[in-house]
């Protein structure tokens, strides 16, 4: 156990029988279609995560179920996911004009003055680390305080809940520690995969497999986020709920 996470159960319930690994291989399929069609498919992604999530709610073990109601989940997934996307715009601001800028500089600089290249190189890679010095403080926060939003708006059932700051705020701060720990699980085991497909791609047989692999790690992160999310917030609610009965005893 790791801050009361099943690390194990975790880990292996995407793939833990043929039943579970049939689910999880539609997963991967749906995810390999958010490759060609633009956002609509992670909808749904989000929606199958929303089914486990209530798995833990209800005091189940996280198990994969099969890709039925796919109008629930792609509504389920669009409210998860919209609260997500609202609370990143402040990182958006600061990452899209970055992108734009790191597309568009070949093309300037094929047009720019020779004289003049080291200078706008300096300013650019000048302002590059100042706006990287601005998201990784911001990021990780909202790495943490986002999933309450998303979990409480799934508990709700209801999208304005997410940003009913003031309902999902104590439960984050009655198991902070929890919600850190969550994106600790993931971010520590999203570096471990990711180096593993940095051999992969090394590898010439093995690279011809990426397309396969890159949609079965996503959709294999997608449900350890939200699973250890999850566990989280409903180990924050609990926690809130014995210190209000505390409160009333006293």
């Known amino acids: 156990m790791f801050f009361g996470f099943d690390l194990k159960e ?24 958010g490759f060609v069609i633009p956002i609509l498919p992670y909808f749904v992604l989000s929606g199958y995560a929303v089914k486990i999530v209530k798995q833990i709610f209800n005091n189940e073990s996280p198990h994969m179920v ?8 792609f509504k389920d997934g669009a409210k998860m996911y919209g609260v997500r996307i609202i609370y990143s715009i402040p990182i958006l601001i600061l990452t899209i004009p ?46 943490v305080i986002i999933p309450a ?3 409480h708006a799934v508990d709700r059932n209801e999208f304005a809940a997410g940003f009913r700051i003031k309902e999902w705020w104590p439960i984050l ?8 720990a969550a994106f600790g ?5 999203s570096m471990i995969l990711m180096f593993a497909f940095q051999i992969i791609m ?9 397309p396969i692999l890159l949609p079965a790690l996503m959709m294999y992160l997608i449900l350890i986020m939200y699973v250890t999310i999850a566990q989280a917030y409903k180990v924050g609610k609990e926690k809130l ?4 009965v505390i409160l009333q005893q006293a």
């Open 185 to 189: 699980i993931y971010y520590v085991a």
């Open 149 to 151: 939003a998303e979990m």
């Open 10 to 33: 975790i880990f292996m319930f995407p793939v833990k029988d043929a039943e579970a690994r049939k689910h999880f291989f539609i997963g991967c399929v749906v995810s390999l279609a």
């Open 98 to 143: 970055i992108f734009i800028a790191g597309v568009g500089m070949p093309i300037f600089l094929e047009n720019a003055n020779s004289a003049n290249i080291d200078s706008i190189l300096v300013i650019f890679s000048l302002i590059m680390f100042g706006a990287f010095c601005l998201i990784i403080p911001l990021s990780f926060p909202l790495a």
């Open 173 to 180: 701060r009655a198991n902070l520690s929890g919600f850190i």
């Open 66 to 73: 099969a890709w039925d109601d796919w109008g629930s989940m």
């Open 202 to 210: 090394a590898t010439l047989i093995l690279g011809c497999l990426l």
């Open 241 to 244: 709920s014995e210190k209000e």
